[in-house]
C-alpha cells in the first residue's frame, strides 16, 4: 500500500534530474527528425519512401527517444517519471512517427486528406488496386511515396489530384479575378510562333533560332573589365540581327542591377543604366525593330524588373512601336517541348523568393528580402548585425512558405499557368519544387560567409539536382522539354540530366566574375551563350556556345 502511495505521489515531488534529461530527450530527438526530414528532396520516387532516403540523424532521434523511453519507465524506487513527462515523450513519438511525412511534403494536409478521399473513393468503384496511385500511408509515414514512379497516366492525374483542384475552383470562382483580367499568354508560349510541330497550337511550321544568355549584371558604371555592354551590342549586331528567319533572344536573369528599389526608383534606374550602357541600349532597340522577340527572365539582382510599370516602361524603351515585342518574366520561360528558362534562385535557398509572383502581381515592396541578400543589404553594418538581418530574413521566408500554399497564391499560379501555356498543377508542383527551411539554410549561410571571409566558393562544378527535378515534373505532367537553361551560378556548363532526356544548359556569366572551368576563365574575352535551333518538324538542335567579338 505504502508503494502504491508513494508511486502515485511521485507526481508531486520536485523535478529530478532523470526527468530533466528525459524532457530533453524528447526535444533532441523531434529537432533531429525534423532536421533529418527536412533536408528531403521532393518528390520521393521509390518503393521505400522516406525510409529509404532519411538521413542516418532520423534514426538516431528514434533512438534516443526509446532510450528515454526506458529510462522514465524505470525512473527510481518511487515509480516512473513524471506524468507530464511520459506525455511529452508520447508526443514526441506521435509527431515523428505520423508526422515524418509532413515535414518533408510540400503536399498540404488538407489537400492529402482530399487525395486519400479520392483513392479511397476509387478503389471502393473499382474493386481493385491501382498500382500507379500516389498514395500516402498513414503509419508510420515513414513509407510514404510522395509521386508514384513512372510517367504520370492521366487516369492516376485524375485520381490524385481531381478532389482538391476541385475544391480550390469553387474558391477561385468566389475570390479571384474574372478570367478577361488574366494577362494574355505571352507570345513566347504560343507554338504558332515557333512552329515546333509539336504543340498544342496550330503552328504555322516555320524554323526559328533561339540564342539565350544570362548575368550581364548591367549597372550604373561600365567599369566591368569584360565591358559586358559593349560586348552584348557586338554579340546582338554580329550574330542575332545577321541571322535569318523568326529570332528569339532570352536573357535568362540579371539582366540589369535593380534589387532592392521602389517602384518609381527602379524605373528611374533602369532609365539609367541603358542610358549608361548607349550600345547595348541601341542594339536591342534594332533588335526589336527587326521583328526579334526579347525575352526577359527575371533573376534574384533584377526581380524588381517584374514590377508592372517597371515591364511596360523597358518595352516602351526597347521596342515603342510594338511594346509586345519586349516580354518579361518573373519566374520562368516555357517554350512547349523546346525549353523552359529560369534564372535558377529560386533553387538556392539563401537567395530563394518563395513569393516570386507577386512581384508581378502588386510589385515587390512588400517581399522580404532572402538570406543573403539581407546579409549584403548594408555591408557597413557589423558581422553580428548582419547575422542577425539573416535570422529575420529566414523566419520571413519561412513564414512566405506557408503563404504560398494558401488560395490566395494559389489564384496567382493559376493565373501564371494560362500565361506559361502549362495545366495549373504542374505549375503548382514546380512552385513547391524547391523549399526554404532554415534548419538546413542558416549552416549554408555560415559556410558560405566563412568561405568569402577566407576567399573562397562553395559551389561546385556539378549539374543542379533542381534542374533535374524540374525537368522531371514537367515530364511526369506530359510537357517535357528538349532542353533546360538557366544561370545565376556564372558557371557556363552543358550537361545531360540522369533522370530524362532533358538536356540542361547553364550560360555562365558576361560580368568578370566568372566561375568554373570553361574557357571564358582562362580567356576574359570569351562571352558564353546558348544557342537552340527549332527545325520545321519540332526538332531541335544547339547547345552551349562562346562568342569573341571580332579584333579581341
Not at 566591368?224 to 528567319?245: M, W
Not at 541603358?274 to 526581380?303: I, Y
Given at each position: ?11 508531486q515531488e ?49 533512438l ?24 511529452w ?8 512517427l ?8 510540400d ?38 511515396p ?5 510517367p504520370m ?24 479575378r474574372?478570367?478577361?483580367?488574366v494577362?494574355?499568354p ?32 548591367l549597372?550604373?558604371?561600365d ?17 542575332v ?53 526579347l ?39 516555357h ?84 500565361r ?14 524547391s ?24 559551389a561546385?562544378?556539378?549539374t543542379?539536382?533542381?534542374a ?36 540542361y ?48
Amino acid at each position: 500500500m505504502s508503494g502504491t502511495l508513494g508511486a502515485t505521489s511521485r507526481t508531486q515531488e520536485r523535478w529530478k534530474t532523470g526527468d530533466v534529461w528525459c524532457a530533453l530527450a524528447g526535444a533532441v530527438s523531434l529537432a533531429l527528425a525534423a532536421g533529418a526530414a527536412s533536408t528531403v528532396a521532393v518528390p520521393v520516387n521509390n518503393g521505400l519512401g522516406l525510409f529509404a532516403v532519411l538521413p542516418y540523424s532520423f534514426c538516431a532521434g528514434v533512438l534516443i527517444l526509446n532510450v528515454a523511453f526506458v529510462v522514465a519507465l524505470q525512473a527510481d524506487a518511487a515509480g516512473p517519471a513524471r506524468r507530464r513527462i511520459m506525455m511529452w515523450a508520447a508526443v514526441v513519438l506521435v509527431t515523428v512517427l505520423f508526422g515524418a511525412a509532413a515535414f518533408v511534403t510540400d503536399v498540404p494536409p488538407g489537400e492529402a486528406a482530399f487525395r486519400q478521399l479520392g483513392i479511397a473513393d476509387t478503389l471502393s468503384r473499382t474493386q481493385s488496386v491501382e498500382p500507379d496511385i500516389g498514395g500516402y500511408i498513414n503509419w508510420p509515414g515513414l513509407f510514404a511515396p510522395h509521386r508514384a514512379q513512372g510517367p504520370m497516366r492521366p487516369n492516376r492525374h485524375r485520381i490524385a489530384h481531381a478532389p482538391q483542384f476541385s475544391l480550390l475552383n469553387v474558391g477561385l470562382l468566389s475570390r479571384s479575378r474574372p478570367v478577361d483580367d488574366v494577362l494574355d499568354p505571352l507570345p513566347s508560349t504560343n507554338t504558332e510562333t515557333f512552329g515546333t510541330g509539336t504543340g498544342t497550337g496550330t503552328g504555322t511550321g516555320h524554323a526559328a533560332r533561339w540564342w539565350l544568355l544570362s548575368d550581364v549584371h548591367l549597372g550604373m558604371s561600365d567599369d566591368d573589365p569584360r565591358c559586358p555592354g559593349r560586348a552584348l551590342s557586338d554579340f546582338l549586331r554580329r550574330e542575332v540581327l545577321a541571322a535569318p528567319g523568326p529570332q528569339h533572344v532570352a536573357f535568362v536573369g540579371d539582366t540589369f542591377e535593380l534589387v532592392g528599389f521602389a517602384e518609381d526608383e527602379s524605373r528611374a534606374r533602369l532609365e539609367a543604366i541603358l542610358a549608361r550602357h548607349p550600345d547595348a541600349f541601341c542594339a536591342l532597340e534594332a533588335c526589336a525593330a527587326r521583328g526579334v522577340q526579347l525575352h526577359f527572365v527575371c533573376g534574384n539582382h533584377d526581380v524588381e524588373l517584374a514590377r508592372p510599370a517597371v515591364a511596360a516602361r523597358l518595352s516602351a524603351l526597347l521596342s515603342p512601336v510594338e511594346p509586345a515585342r519586349v516580354r518579361v518574366y518573373p519566374w520562368f520561360l516555357h517554350v512547349p517541348r523546346v525549353l523552359v528558362a529560369e534564372h535558377g534562385h529560386q533553387h538556392h535557398a539563401l537567395h530563394r523568393i518563395p513569393e516570386v509572383l507577386r512581384a508581378a502581381d502588386s510589385g515587390t515592396d512588400g517581399l522580404d528580402l532572402p538570406p543573403l541578400a539581407a546579409w549584403n543589404a548594408d555591408p557597413s553594418r557589423s558581422r553580428l548585425s548582419r547575422a542577425a538581418a539573416v535570422i529575420r530574413a529566414c523566419l520571413a521566408s519561412e513564414r512566405a512558405e506557408r503563404r504560398v500554399r494558401t488560395l490566395a497564391y494559389e489564384q496567382l499560379l493559376q493565373a501564371e499557368s494560362l500565361r506559361l501555356a502549362l495545366e495549373w498543377v504542374a505549375v503548382r508542383d514546380l512552385a513547391r519544387l524547391s523549399r526554404f527551411r532554415t534548419l538546413s539554410a542558416l549552416p549554408v549561410a555560415a559556410t558560405r560567409m566563412v568561405l568569402s571571409a577566407a576567399g573562397r566558393r562553395a559551389a561546385g562544378e556539378r549539374t543542379p539536382a533542381a534542374a533535374g527535378r524540374f525537368a522531371k515534373t514537367l515530364e511526369e505532367h506530359g510537357a517535357g522539354v528538349a532542353w533546360y537553361v538557366s544561370g545565376h551560378t556564372h558557371r557556363a556548363l552543358e550537361s545531360a540530366l540522369e533522370v530524362c532526356p532533358t538536356r540542361y544548359v547553364n550560360t555562365g556569366t558576361w560580368s568578370s566574375d566568372v566561375r568554373g572551368h570553361g574557357p571564358d576563365q582562362s580567356d576574359r574575352g570569351t562571352f558564353p551563350y546558348a544557342v537552340i535551333d527549332v527545325a520545321r518538324d519540332g526538332t531541335t538542335s544547339g547547345g552551349l556556345r562562346y562568342w569573341r567579338p571580332v579584333g579581341a
